[in-house]
């Protein structure tokens, strides 16, 4: 099983601040990587799908890099409905796994 | 609009079965592969169970740790997926959400739209 690290746990930041994910994988998913949103009380929202790619509807603020192993989240200028929690997930082998999370929360 | 809808969640005892719909709308749900997503109370997601779409055959994929209990299955003449749940235990307590994932005909396995969640407790 592939084993997605996400760091840090939880990340303080202000409005207007950029903020900067981590996922790192136990073995190279290649460019089978997501990221996720979930908001309390909400389901998750997919943000990024294949790395870098936007899903229909979500913001430029949110970027995504990597390859192999190692991926990053950007929000590049926090707004107040960007504090949630994020997750990563990779498709490129079975069993589908995601990350346990980061919380961006506000300072 | 896409919709999708669960249903089915409530208490049940350990070693207890359970079977969840979601009832899906506002897209050609037959073209879709479906996933099942848990999440623990105050816990992060864990993907539980997915089936591919008609056309690649209707596979099915199962997380190790509900793999011989659970079975996923889809009713395109209804739009529905189903989770059925045997031999519950209480590790299996969660919010448990339907999704659809991205992509018509190919499956890529990134979830799109989630439905809303069911609440399954396993308790005595």
């Known amino acids: 099983e592939i084993v997605l690290t996400q760091s840090p746990a939880t990340l303080s930041l202000s409005p207007g601040e950029r903020a900067t994910l981590s996922c790192r994988a136990s073995?190279?998913?290649?460019?089978?990587l997501a990221w996720y949103q979930q908001k309390p009380g909400q389901a998750p929202r997919l943000l990024i799908y294949?790395?870098?790619n936007r899903a229909t509807g979500i913001p430029a603020r949110f970027s995504g890099s990597g390859s192999g192993t190692d991926f990053t989240l950007t929000i590049s200028s926090l707004e107040p409905e960007d504090f949630a929690v994020y997750y990563c997930?990779?498709?490129?082998?079975?069993?589908?796994?995601f990350g346990p999370g980061t919380k961006v929360d506000i300072k | 609009e896409v919709q999708l809808v669960e249903s089915g969640g409530g208490l049940v005892q350990p070693g207890g079965s359970l079977r969840l719909p979601c009832a899906a709308s506002?897209?050609?749900?037959?073209?879709?592969?479906m996933s099942w997503v848990r999440q623990a109370p105050g816990k992060g997601l864990e993907w539980v169970s997915a089936?591919?779409?008609?056309?690649?055959?209707?596979?099915?994929y199962y997380a190790d740790s509900v793999k011989g209990r659970f079975t996923i299955s889809r009713d395109n003449s209804k739009n529905t997926l189903y989770l059925q749940m045997n031999s519950l235990r209480a590790e299996d307590t969660a919010i448990y959400y339907c999704?659809?994932?991205?992509?018509?005909?190919?499956?890529?396995?990134?979830?799109?739209?989630w439905g809303q969640g069911t609440l399954v407790t396993v308790s005595s």
């Open positions: 089936i591919s779409s008609r056309g690649s055959g209707g596979n099915t």
């Open positions: 294949d790395v870098s």
């Open positions: 999704a659809r994932d991205q992509g018509a005909y190919t499956s890529s396995w990134y979830k799109d739209y």
């Open positions: 997930q990779q498709r490129s082998d079975w069993p589908l796994t």
């Open positions: 073995q190279s998913v290649s460019s089978y």
């Open positions: 506002g897209f050609t749900f037959s073209s879709y592969a």
